[in-house]
């Protein structure tokens, strides 16, 4: 604070120093207050105290304007949410989990609040991993012309999160209006920031990135947080250019509920941080230069005391989430494939091959809609469009707004869609989740937390995003360009799971992923791109509806149930079953494996009593041992024999030809394990 | 030598250790030790010479008794005056902010009009910034009772004696 700044104890007007200190004092009157309600067994179970992190975290919340700037806090941030407008009563609907809380309605831990109709967006626990989501809406900020900053808020610990670094290099290199602000208190829960990083400001460790502009402020103090939270917004608004704000806090308490202070902190460090107390420092100050009297300050300490009898008196009288609605909110709604309801055509045409597929469906939905957007790793680049060219031409068509090349970093590109799909619900993107799926396990991390986000935001936030992958072998790819991924991918509720093995039903799958609400993960088996066994003829406005599986080939004696790469070798081994054995072979194609078509896969045990359940992937830990859990479970009397299963050894994937073909399931094993079911 | 103010927070440790210590140097010299605690601006401009205590908290801010009367300090004119600043620092756990709290006073005081002495050499002293630091010297003396408590009976006997010098 000094003569000239924007906000000074002598300067400012009296209504907004009053202001001030209601939200202060009320703020730290219910963070004092919320392990009450842990001790009285009603909720709150995880709680951050704030107290140490009054002066930024009340600039962050005035600095916010709703509706045009995005705000994400963390699990600390209280006094920001009232800050930025939240009540009370809110705060503590979230504590304790009811179902009117306005963040998730009593789904996600407690001090986690949000407010997704002001733009106070909801976070993971997962620290620092909104990060990723701040700089992908402020990419949609800035591609819409629209006004409006991006503020993503974290202890400093958080920045020593990989995607952290991945989140700030994104928004140097784009140049994108996010302030990234550190509340740096000196610990991660026990762990002292020596620990943590060799610069003790964390932000100085991005000194070097081109077209970010450090600021330092002392978050205990109302004014320095308030005048350097408002020039870094000034800067970011004026120049487009990212901002980092240090705020130099202290933790007066223990990190939370289940933390002990005083196992790692001496009386001398907890009495040396108490001293600063930020809130009775603002208290002193307006005492001191006259701006409030002391009347005029306890008149409004009882006012707030008042606040908040009121809003525990609201929030203790409203419902309980009511837990028959735990599946609702799980998957967002999908698109309805009313032309071709059960995903099955009937077109004469020259056969097209399952890269032109994807090649024409981006395409023509980019035509159709003009808030699609794609980017990965490697898509556009001249003549280059993707690893595989499945993105071809698309540059050129749509312009780099639209389709432009990612980092090296999987979790940036995933974590940027989910941020760019919070500006709105019209936008749809399309990534490349990675060069490989094999290389996308770094995303995870985001796959989980979009995932959870409709759930977890109680039906108010659902990321619209189809994640292709080239996935599995075939190709001589070795251990890091063979995997196939489903087996992971398929444990997590909230997101969809296709795995088409020809070329119609990718274009179908495709459309409606695209024009759908919500995350679907879109494995395309990269070893057929190009093969003429999955080529086939595709109507132009084709569509599958999720959750359909195709038969394949009509039979009677046997099933095969399958997907991806192994549809096209078990049609094979079936066609030899018929030739050498005179039987016939039902082949069912699954194309969605989450939702899966669970009418279809009892049908088909039904109709032939025995079951072989291909896929690529191992056999152990495959999700074919959920097909065969869900027969056992729902079919059971109409097997004639066990249900036996073909998939690859439980061995990484060979680089050698020979250990490849030793290791992946191909016709012949599928058509020997055949021939022993039929034995039996 | 003029009357001289020795100001500092009476609830100190190391500073108010360190001002004990600065008094005794001064011997027969009258100091008039004021508590930063309770400072005003009048109290502030009693005596032209000021000896004034300044800690660093935390990664190189000034300690809530001085911050709080920047406001008031702004407001001041301090042409005629004339300050010596000491303040203990840590140069081996807090090497990035050693004696900070020396440079941000000192810097507030000389836009005020107050003219600085008791510079002092920082040769002797290991660590990586400091606000304090003027070319090679500090605006004032460095007391570092965490890693060369062992030097801040000569550094301040030295200081004293420099300070007789330049105060009027």
């Known amino acids: 604070m000094s003569q000239t700044s924007k906000y000074h104890i002598k300067k400012t007007d009296k209504e907004t120093l009053g202001k001030w200190f209601r939200l202060l004092t009320l703020g730290r009157a219910l963070d004092d207050r919320a392990p009450n309600y842990l001790k009285q067994a009603i909720g709150w179970s995880y709680h951050a105290p704030y107290a140490g992190h009054d002066g930024i975290q009340l600039a962050i919340g005035q600095v916010f304007e709703k509706n045009k700037d995005y705000l994400f806090p963390y699990y600390r941030d209280m006094l920001t949410a009232l800050s930025a407008g939240m009540s009370a009563t809110e705060i503590i609907l979230n504590g304790i989990s009811k179902a009117t809380d306005p963040t998730s309605g009593g789904r996600h831990m407690s001090n986690h609040f949000s407010k997704r109709e002001w733009n106070i967006e909801t976070f993971s626990s997962c620290t620092g991993s909104h990060s990723l989501h701040a700089v992908g809406v402020a990419r949609a900020i800035k591609k819409y012309k629209a006004e409006g900053v991006s503020i993503c ?37 026990s762990v002292p920031k020596k620990d943590q990083t060799a610069n003790r400001k964390v932000a100085d460790n991005f000194s070097g990135f081109k077209n970010l502009k450090i600021f330092h402020c002392n978050g205990k103090d109302v004014f320095d947080s308030m005048n ?8 970011v608004k004026t120049t487009g250019n990212p901002a980092i704000v240090q705020a130099n806090c202290v933790r007066i ?15 001398m460090e907890r009495n040396y941080v108490a001293e600063y107390d930020p809130l009775a420092k603002f208290r002193r100050m307006l005492l001191r230069y006259k701006r409030f009297t002391s009347e005029e300050l306890e008149a409004i300490e009882n006012e707030t005391r008042e606040i908040i009898k009121e809003a525990h008196r609201t929030a203790m009288s409203a419902p309980d989430p009511d837990p028959k609605t735990v599946f609702d909110f799980l998957v967002p709604e999908a698109y309805t494939a009313a032309r071709y309801p059960d995903g099955t055509h009937n077109h004469k045409g020259e056969p097209k091959k399952f890269i032109e597929a994807l090649n024409e469906t981006l395409k023509a939905e980019f035509r159709l809609n003009p808030d699609t957007f794609i980017w990965g790793q490697d898509i556009a680049n001249k003549e280059k469009g993707g690893i595989f060219n499945v993105t071809k031409g698309m540059q050129k068509e749509f312009g780099i707004e639209r389709v432009f090349n990612a980092p090296i970093a999987e979790d940036f590109i995933v974590g940027t869609a989910n941020g760019m799909s919070r500006f709105s619900d019209k936008i749809r993107i399309v990534i490349e989740g990675a060069e490989f799926a094999d290389y996308f396990w770094p995303a995870m991390e985001q796959l989980v937390n979009t995932s959870h986000e409709y759930w977890r935001s109680n039906g108010q936030f659902s990321p619209n995003i189809t994640i292709r992958l080239a996935s599995g072998g075939y190709i001589g790819g070795g251990l890091y360009h063979s995997q196939t991924i489903e ?29 759908s609400k919500g995350t679907t993960v879109f494995l395309e088996p990269k070893a057929l791109y190009n093969d003429p066994r999955a080529a086939t003829p595709i109507p132009d406005d084709f569509e599958v509806p ?58 088909t045990v039904k109709r032939t009593g025995k079951v072989l359940v291909v896929h690529e992937d191992k056999v152990f830990g495959g999700f074919g041992g959920e097909v065969v859990s869900l027969i056992n479970e729902k079919a059971f009397e109409y097997l004639d024999a066990p249900v036996k299963r073909v ?23 599928i058509y020997k394990a055949a021939e022993e079911l039929l034995k039996y | 030598m003029k009357k001289t103010s020795i100001i500092y927070s009476f609830n100190t440790v190391k500073t108010a250790q360190a001002a004990k210590m600065i008094i005794e140097s001064f011997g027969d010299q009258d100091l008039e030790a004021l508590n930063a605690e309770d400072i005003t601006g009048e109290k502030f401009l009693k005596n032209k010479n000021l000896i004034l205590g300044v800690a660093t908290w935390f990664d190189g801010e000034l300690p809530n008794y001085w911050d709080e009367f920047i406001p008031e300090l702004e407001e001041l004119n301090l042409k005629g005056y004339k300050v010596a600043l000491f303040g203990p620092g840590d140069q081996k756990n807090y090497p990035e902010n050693f004696v900070d709290g020396i440079g941000i006073l000192g810097s507030l005081l000389e836009e005020r009009g107050a003219v600085i002495v008791g510079f002092t050499s920082a040769e002797g002293y290991k660590f990586e910034k400091s606000r304090a630091l003027r070319g090679d010297k500090f605006m004032g003396l460095a007391l570092d009772f965490e890693n060369q408590a062992s030097k801040n009976k000569e550094r301040i006997r030295n200081w004293v004696e420099q300070l007789r010098k330049e105060f009027p």
């Open chain 1, 647 to 669: 998939g690859s050894l439980f061995t990484p994937v060979g680089f050698n030809r020979a250990l490849e073909r030793t290791i992946l399931p191909d016709t012949e094993k």
């Open chain 1, 228 to 235: 350097v939270l408002s020039e870094a917004k000034e800067y």
């Open chain 1, 153 to 189: 808020s974290m202890g400093e610990s958080a920045v020593s999160e990989g995607y952290v670094y991945e989140a700030i290099n994104g928004a140097s290199r784009e140049r994108l209006p996010v302030i990234f602000v550190f509340q740096d208190n000196g610990y991660g829960i």
């Open chain 1, 546 to 603: 999720f959750g359909k599986a195709r038969v394949r080939m009509e039979g009677d004696d046997l099933a095969i149930i399958t997907y991806g790469n192994t549809t096209i070798f078990s049609l094979e081994a079936a066609e030899k079953l018929k030739k050498e054995h005179g039987v016939t072979t039902r082949v069912l194609d699954l194309r969605s494996l989450n939702p899966l078509d669970e009418e279809a896969i009892i049908d």
């Open chain 1, 487 to 515: 087996g992971a991918l398929t444990t997590l509720p909230g997101i969809r799971v296709v795995y088409p093995s020809f070329a119609d039903d990718a274009a179908g799958l495709l459309r409606t992923s695209i024009r």
């Open chain 1, 253 to 267: 308490h223990s990190h939370s509920n289940s933390d002990r202070h005083e196992l790692y902190r001496d009386d």
